[in-house]
């Protein structure tokens, strides 16, 4: 898989989120960058203001989120998660981006590490709202731009090299989380996926039979594949 667009968002939760951030203080978005990312990355992320500050109280907005992403079930045949790390909420103005980079291997809380197997950014900007900002793979068949509709999403694997283009105008209002998935193995998870989605047509066609068989084998392969 190079990468799979989804709608997550509907019209009243994307309102919900963009109005909570409009309240919200962002912060230097280096805080939370490692390694040579840090160099490269020039935005802003929700966050405290100050060493005295509180935390951001984006409880409500991450749950809208999360919820979101776990009732899609393309996405849950296309990711098979496990965990998903709670999203972060990032703005770039004009001139900012963020230059080409791979995600860290391990995100979150000590004591609760996830890997991150996929990546997945939501846009949270209507596109005519800004120009460039773009999102751009570098996969084997060359750089993918990926520019959506707020609501919308791309889900990619962590391991690709991938880059946030300028801003010329306006600003880009971004959700970006991370996903850990119960097959490691990305290969897998492509058969595992492209199963599922047979399976769905079949059924849809009053296919009894061969529906069972793809289902059979699907859950079969999921049994051996699983990392529980």
Not at 35 to 64: C, F, M, R
Not at 156 to 185: E, K, N
């Amino acid at each position: 898989m190079n990468y799979h667009i989804l709608q997550i968002l509907d019209a009243d939760e994307l309102h919900e989120i963009v109005s909570d951030l409009a309240q919200q203080t962002f912060v230097d978005g280096t805080r939370t960058a490692t390694g040579i990312a840090k160099a490269v990355k020039n935005n802003l992320q929700v966050g405290p203001s100050g060493p005295d500050a509180e935390a951001p109280n984006t409880e409500v907005i991450d749950g809208i989120v999360i919820d979101a992403i776990w009732r899609n079930d393309t996405f849950q045949a296309l990711a098979l998660p496990r965990r998903i790390l709670a999203p972060l909420f990032a703005r770039y103005e004009v001139g900012m981006s963020y230059g080409s980079h791979v995600d860290a291997a391990i995100m979150g809380p000590g004591d609760e590490p996830l890997r991150c197997d996929l990546a997945m950014t939501i846009f949270l900007s209507d596109p005519d709202t800004y120009e460039g900002g773009g999102l751009v793979l570098e996969t084997p068949f060359g750089e993918q731009q990926i520019k959506l509709a707020a609501g919308e999403a791309v889900v990619y694997p962590a391991t690709t090299l991938h880059r946030v283009d300028p801003v010329t105008r306006g600003t880009r209002f971004v959700a970006v989380t991370w996903i850990q998935s119960l097959v490691r193995d990305e290969r897998l998870r492509t058969i595992l996926f492209d199963l599922s989605m047979a399976a769905e047509k079949t059924e849809a066609l009053r296919e009894a039979e061969l529906t069972a068989a793809l289902n059979k084998s699907c859950h079969n392969l999921l049994r051996y594949a699983a990392d529980v």
